[in-house]
DNA sequence: TATGAATGAGCCTTCATTCAT
DNA sequence: TATGAATGAAGGCTCATTCAT
């Protein structure tokens, strides 16, 4: 092996290594920022801490985001928006009945979103997003609204073929999304929901909810119910 | 009447009226505490706001409170705890079905809490509680651990007299809260959770909610329903 | 004399001494910014320098003016406009000839404006004006328009008495603008113009230059004359 | 033609041309350099910038000049030094009358330099040479000492001719430079010497001020005259 | 008791320069 | 020779808290 190939071939591992870095460096960025925004929210979170948890540098963070904003934008995009294609064409092929699909819907939120650190990210806008107008009306019009769509085609789905009682759907929607909130949140905030000596089983009490909702969306109008 | 009499008088309605005023400071910077807090959040809310919105000076403030984190201590204090011995006398007296007890809670705490501003306070402590650990535990404390005793008693004699399924009933208190906690949250947090074009109706979502639960509470097991 | 007497007094004057103080404050943080800005230029002066300079803490600073710009417009206003009604009062009052008037005009204006440090504002916006448009604006305004209509009218007035040539007036004016800047800008400018061995004697050249100006603008078309 | 000359004739091309473009490298810097630092300013000129202009990267830069500072000292050795030779011997051969000459004078100044870019290196040492007491020495000692020497020739021609009054012609000098200082500056400091409904007509300037130094360099004394 | 001027640590962002590739 | 990713010191501005009055 000639010296020329050898020293062809070192280069080339190094640039490759240096390039695979380059590339990784956003969402090494990315993967940090989520982490401490979730953990300490937006504004307490220093832009060097987040440098610093990617291993690197301050002066490196500005070299990819703009500014911490717009890094937190990037969060959202790439852990929030863009899951809707798979998630409605799932829906779209679903072909059981609505309230399992309904369950269905639940669960895949569970994983995809409310078990994970990804989770946080609700957690932020609810908490911060007053103080940062141009990030609530990103994360709305990039996850909150493409998610009611989505909710909404489901129960409408179920009250079209009779499955579910015919609720005002718009409002239904939110009957859903609290209990996804709720859990949300109590994921993320010291534990101010709960009390240490019977804390929420998040699997359990999702399941739970779940089940109210099937109950409440079958029923017939109960005695004692709100006119 | 001798004059020393009239002198006193007069001296004590003087003194009277400066210590009412004096009294009544640190409710008057609590008032504005509260708001501003409940605004803007903890961490952003300048101290010289809330003297200011209290028409004192940024130096009275520290006067009163030794530093913003006692000034929101005060907050709940004020707001929150102490509001348990009459709900708790409440419901020990209620004759009724424990259905209607608990729709009841429900509304108690919707036209106490829910409705005003004072709901701000727990929408704070799940946005910046983990940023603020002693605020945290303080409002656990005095907040928290009261609420779900009472609820677990509500939902205990549901059961004890037939009229709930003998569900888990920890888990069953996080169906009561996280209904509440959600209105909570939407109420103070920049419409993340919702739509514009079909907002919220936080009365007709508490009472589609407590169906909701009523109905789950009375339930037999429902097809498709979580093992 | 009763001590409270002397308390008061002490009082009085401690009181005195820190008001005192408090309306010096924004005329000391002018002069250190004014002295600083001529020195350094605009961009290159940090504002805590200012704030050492008239011996407060950067937060001070801050706590009169808004920020750095607003400062140097400030000191624009405190050193620039308002001296035109004098200016101009002084002139419609003179009686003797145009000429006299013209000499006048420098002298003034050299004595004022020239031969101080306030000629350094000029020499800030000549060189930063582009890299701050809003100060550039804000100077034209504040300063060179009415400095050109006050020297338009010395010229007409020139003209219109038969003392000065029918030159055109507009393009006259930068004649006489043209030597005042080009005192200023020697004087803050590290001798760019000229050489160790024969400095530039300001009130000389003022002198000269007035002659040349006067010559040229009473003579008749010479030989050699751009036609 | 044997195959060695064909390859190194080839060779040479090849080289030439690689060379060519290597050695073209400067000074496509140096121009775009010269271009940035005119219209921003040498301090708020990024060295990127400059790379991106003449389309190298940032590394490159430092590859040719080893900081800013040495790149500006490049801008004016390629400018502004050297130019003296030409214009020495111009006026060596000069044999008009020197009225004319110093009209010459100006009118070649104004050709190569007063409306060109170059004109805004001075523009730029009377900026910020105080921030750059080494590139104002470079620039003192490249430009303005050779043109001081030129124009005292041109006016002591005079004088010793008969053709100007006895002038100071150390002074005299910064007449003749005066006028191109200020149209210099004019070019390039965002209009904050006039105004924009009487803008300065830049050739037509020239004539009359140059009317004007002819006139006060022939004319006797005046009446009105300082002493 | 009440004031508000003053402080200074802290944060986001910029940019000349370096160096591994 | 050329690249451009990375660095880190520096600067404008904020705000909880102090303290002289």
Not at 13 to 31: I, S
Not at 63 to 68: A, E, G, I, Q, V
Not at 72 to 79: M, Q, R
Request: glycine share 6%; hydrophobic share 45%.
């Amino acid at each position: 092996m000639p010296a020329s190939k050898f020293l062809s071939d070192k280069f080339c591992a190094v640039r490759a290594k240096r390039e695979r870095r380059k590339e990784a460096r956003p969402g090494e960025l990315l993967d940090a920022a989520l982490d401490l925004f979730v953990e300490k929210g937006f504004a307490a979170t220093k832009s060097e801490e987040v440098a610093a948890r990617a291993g690197v540098s301050k002066g490196t963070l500005f070299l990819y985001f703009p500014s911490k904003e717009e890094l937190f934008k990037a969060v959202i995009s790439e852990n929030l928006a863009g899951r809707f294609d798979d998630w409605n064409a799932r829906f779209a092929a679903f072909q059981g009945g609505t309230p399992e699909m309904l369950r269905e819907c639940m669960n895949i939120w569970w994983d995809h979103i409310g078990s994970t650190k990804v989770s946080g990210i609700t957690k932020l806008m609810l908490s911060e997003g007053r103080n940062f107008p141009e990030l609530a009306r990103f994360y709305r019009e990039q996850f909150v609204s493409p998610a009611h769509v989505l909710l909404r085609r489901v129960l409408q789905r179920g009250i079209d073929r009779g499955e579910f009682a015919p609720v005002d759907v718009d409002q239904a929607v939110y009957t859903v999304v609290a209990p996804m909130v709720f859990l949300m949140l109590n994921k993320h905030s010291a534990d101010v929901c709960g009390t240490a000596d019977a804390p929420l089983d998040p699997k359990r009490f999702l399941d739970l909810q779940t089940d109210f909702i099937l109950a409440g969306l079958a029923a017939k109008p109960a005695q004692g119910r709100a006119s």
